[in-house]
């Protein structure tokens, strides 16, 4: 079956507006992707290096901040590039390893929030169960989920997209989307249609999920004094990633399908990318300031580089 071979690059028509501030979103690129590694770098090595962060939920948060690292990964080192360049094009091959890094990388992050949903469930509905439920070897197995089942569901995705054949390289974004590639195609696009619909489905009974389990938590909560402690502690931060990252996304969502070409190609841009700009910062931030436990593990690593880097000072003064 003759499908894409004639397409070679797809051009990428978003960076039209990003022309005469280049150097300036250049910049702001560099410092976010620098920002985001730092904070998302930094709480996974507080996780790690101490053993009495190594419970299940925080095992879940160090998923989430590596999902953040894989996600923005695929996104930003290729539009930096892109903002100083003249040519703005992506190879066929480029374009749907963007797409699969970036289509999984939203999967995997509704999965560990889910994952991390049933968590509180149990830790604080069924308070006696939890270590039996949660443990260790459990959460290993369930974490190694959350990431199998969505880039598999990606490789699907991925691969239907691959057998259409196109009659265009044209793509009014600043990165490759499955939803623009696939509106390329010369013929039938029903398979892709029936597969993306049960994916959808599939992800939006992550999202019922997690609303269930946390209405569950709310009326457990509400009964003590200590349900209402750990709810506040570690729930609101959760529901707050869950809001961040969910808002993000239907901006994107709106954009992609319901975009008027009456908006600026430059407002058009921020909403295509705000899930690849938001959530990467706030989450780490959310957490790092909320949970106690990882809040003071934080302050006391900055301490300690701060006696250490005033020790050197001092006696490289001596």
């Given at each position: 079956?003759?499908?894409?071979?004639?397409?070679?690059?797809?051009?990428?028509?978003?960076?039209?507006?990003?022309?005469?501030?280049?150097?300036?979103?250049?910049?702001?690129?560099?410092?976010?992707?620098?920002?985001?590694?730092?904070?998302?770098?930094?709480?996974?090595?507080?996780?790690?290096?101490?053993?009495?962060?190594?419970?299940?939920?925080?095992?879940?948060?160090?998923?989430?901040?590596?999902?953040?690292?894989?996600?923005?990964?695929?996104?930003?080192?290729?539009?930096?590039?892109?903002?100083?360049?003249?040519?703005?094009?992506?190879?066929?091959?480029?374009?749907?390893?963007?797409?699969?890094?970036?289509?999984?990388?939203?999967?995997?992050?509704?999965?560990?929030?889910?994952?991390?949903?049933?968590?509180?469930?149990?830790?604080?509905?069924?308070?006696?169960?939890?270590?039996?439920?949660?443990?260790?070897?459990?959460?290993?197995?369930?974490?190694?989920?959350?990431?199998?089942?969505?880039?598999?569901?990606?490789?699907?995705?991925?691969?239907?997209?691959?057998?259409?054949?196109?009659?265009?390289?044209?793509?009014?974004?600043?990165?490759?989307?499955?939803?623009?590639?696939?509106?390329?195609?010369?013929?039938?696009?029903?398979?892709?249609?029936?597969?993306?619909?049960?994916?959808?489905?599939?992800?939006?009974?992550?999202?019922?999920?997690?609303?269930?389990?946390?209405?569950?938590?709310?009326?457990?909560?509400?009964?003590?004094?200590?349900?209402?402690?750990?709810?506040?502690?570690?729930?609101?931060?959760?529901?707050?990633?869950?809001?961040?990252?969910?808002a993000a996304l239907l901006f994107d969502l709106m954009y992609s399908?319901?975009?008027?070409?009456?908006?600026?190609?430059?407002?058009?841009?921020?909403?295509?990318?705000?899930?690849?700009?938001?959530?990467?910062?706030?989450?780490?931030?959310?957490?790092?300031?909320?949970?106690?436990?990882?809040?003071?593990?934080?302050?006391?690593?900055?301490?300690?580089?701060?006696?250490?880097?005033?020790?050197?000072?001092?006696?490289?003064?001596?």
């Amino acid at each position: 079956m003759n499908n894409t071979s004639s397409i070679i690059v797809f051009s990428l028509s978003g960076f039209n507006a990003t022309v005469n501030y280049r150097v300036t979103l250049f910049s702001l690129t560099v410092l976010t992707y620098c920002v985001i590694l730092v904070l998302n770098v930094s709480l996974i090595l507080t996780i790690i290096l101490d053993k009495n962060l190594h419970e299940p939920m925080y095992i879940c948060l160090c998923n989430l901040f590596i999902n953040e690292l894989y996600g923005t990964a695929g996104f930003f080192p290729k539009f930096a590039f892109d903002l100083l360049s003249d040519v703005h094009v992506i190879s066929y091959v480029g374009c749907l390893l963007q797409i699969f890094v970036i289509y999984s990388y939203v999967n995997v992050g509704y999965t560990v929030l889910a994952l991390m949903a049933y968590d509180r469930y149990v830790a604080i509905c069924r308070p006696l169960e939890y270590h039996s439920v949660m443990s260790l070897r459990r959460t290993a197995v369930l974490v190694a989920l959350s990431w199998l089942v969505p880039l598999c569901s990606k490789l699907i995705v991925v691969t239907l997209t691959t057998r259409l054949k196109l009659c265009g390289s044209h793509i009014e974004k600043i990165y490759c989307e499955n939803w623009a590639v696939v509106k390329l195609a010369c013929g039938s696009t029903k398979a892709n249609d029936i597969f993306g619909l049960f994916f959808i489905s599939f992800y939006i009974g992550h999202v019922l999920f997690i609303l269930v389990s946390y209405v569950q938590v709310v009326k457990s909560a509400l009964k003590s004094r200590e349900g209402r402690r750990k709810f506040t502690q570690t729930c609101v931060p959760h529901l707050l990633c869950l809001l961040n990252v969910t808002a993000a996304l239907l901006f994107d969502l709106m954009y992609s399908r319901y975009g008027s070409a009456s908006v600026p190609q430059s407002v058009k841009n921020f909403m295509a990318i705000q899930f690849l700009l938001i959530p990467p910062i706030l989450n780490p931030i959310i957490y790092g300031l909320i949970l106690t436990k990882i809040r003071g593990k934080v302050n006391s690593l900055c301490l300690k580089c701060k006696k250490n880097s005033i020790f050197a000072s001092v006696s490289a003064s001596l």
